[in-house]
């Protein structure tokens, strides 16, 4: 699997549990057969198990104090090549956010479980190459987009989901598969790659989504250029911020502004659900931007938080 082993993130997650609390009425039907928001269902942090695409697999969701009947906004949170849902917990400190604003997270395994050196995720193919070598990273081979939607309906069991709001982040490789997302599936409302890349756009089923993308100016596990124009593009493939403002409809001219560590650009004359937004971060790696120390070394303290900003985008483009 090359070199990608430092593909990974690290350390865990506190399981302590929490209590619950959101909007409005009952959606979906989960597997079940009930309402949802009616099985009663662990709060706080909990392992879960589903069968999807004729495997069982597993992840890990957060659901803050709240009533299980009300409709809650659910972000999905992808990890990176040889790493797991518990390592993306600590890095990205969603638990403290979905307390203050009041949103279900679930963090999923990749194919092969937690903390292996497999292939996680289906990332579509001819995608960004990896490191110096440009050599295509591993990519899973399996349904994760039924995964996607036995989580979906897991969750809605304990907690319904506002449906409108179902967005999608990840590390790495989970980068990769948030781009794919934002590309094929019209039920994710807008989607924020981290250090990830992406495939040419033009087998997209969505016709554009909101995105905001984060990458290190100094990483060499997965080249900025996947993501930022100013950068030498990975193996000639187009970056991303620029193949979604294209997508969109974009203007190629940006506005920036200044974050701490690094730049924010906003590319001009995005139409209403298709703003493009990339932020880098000047002499960081492969880490997420934000992270605590206390996550170990692909976490990025001195930085912006990657988990506020994205948030902050999402409540500003892709809310009604």
């Avoid at 969505?206 to 900025?224: E, L, Q, T, V, Y």
């Avoid at 190629?252 to 990339?278: A, K």
Wanted: one cysteine or more; a negative charge; proline letters at 8%.
């Amino acid at each position: 699997m090359k070199r990608l082993a430092v593909l990974a993130l690290l350390a865990g997650c506190d399981s302590s549990p929490a209590k619950l609390d959101p909007d409005a009425a009952p959606d979906a039907t989960p597997p079940f057969g009930g309402p949802c928001g009616s099985r009663a269902g662990a709060r706080g942090l909990s392992m879960r198990s589903v069968m999807a695409g004729g495997l069982a697999r597993t992840y890990l969701v957060y659901l803050p104090p709240g009533t299980p009947t009300d409709r809650m906004p659910l972000v999905l949170v992808h990890h990176g090549y040889s790493m797991s849902g518990q390592k993306m917990c600590d890095i990205t400190e969603y638990k403290a956010l979905a307390d203050a604003e009041r949103i279900a997270v679930a963090f999923p395994n990749g194919q092969g479980g937690p903390d292996v050196f497999q292939a996680p995720w289906n990332v579509g193919v001819n995608v960004c190459p990896t490191g110096s070598g440009g050599s295509q990273p591993p990519i899973a081979t399996g349904d994760d987009f039924a995964f996607v939607d036995a989580i979906k309906a897991d969750v809605a069991a304990d907690q319904c989901i506002d449906e409108e709001h179902v967005f999608a982040t990840g590390f790495s490789m989970g980068g990769y598969f948030s781009h794919h997302l934002g590309c094929m599936r019209p039920d994710i409302r807008s989607v924020a790659p981290h250090s990830g890349g992406t495939h040419e756009l033009s087998g997209c089923i969505n016709a554009k989504r909101p995105i905001i993308m984060f990458h290190g100016k100094s990483d060499s596990i997965i080249r900025p250029g996947c993501n930022d124009p100013a950068s030498p593009p990975a193996g000639g493939t187009q970056p991303a911020a620029a193949a979604w403002a294209a997508r969109n409809g974009c203007a190629m001219t940006t506005t920036s502004r200044t974050v701490q560590g690094g730049t924010c650009v906003r590319y001009d004359g995005c139409p209403v659900g298709g703003q493009v937004e990339l932020c880098t971060f000047d002499g960081m790696g492969h880490c997420w931007a934000g992270g605590p120390s206390s996550a170990g070394v692909y976490a990025c303290p001195s930085y912006e938080s990657a988990t506020q900003l994205q948030w902050r985008f999402w409540r500003t483009y892709a809310w009604d």
